[in-house]
């Protein structure tokens, strides 16, 4: 009875974990080398990646922000290096 309960205790930790690492992908800024690829299609629309940068879109201005400025082509001042 006892290992029944550890092996529910641990696949409860288990299940707990993945969701909190879902919570913690959703609220982390992909950047924009992956707003790029999300963007030009070079991301596996079945991949874990794709799937981050959408869930998060819907949570984050800034990256929506950044993303249109993708759509719309950015500044050439975006790309010099000082």
Not at 62 to 69: A, G, Q
Request: a positive charge; charged letters at 20%.
């Amino acid at each position: 009875m006892t290992y029944l309960f550890a092996g529910l205790a641990a696949l409860l930790a288990f299940v707990a974990l993945r969701i909190g690492k879902q919570i913690w992908y959703t609220y982390q800024c992909p950047g924009e080398p992956a707003l790029y690829d999300f963007w030009y299609g070079r991301m596996d629309k079945k991949s874990q990646a794709h799937r981050n940068v959408v869930t998060h879109l819907g949570h984050c201005e800034r990256c929506r922000e950044t993303l249109y400025r993708i759509q719309k082509g950015q500044p050439l001042e975006d790309h010099l290096v000082d």
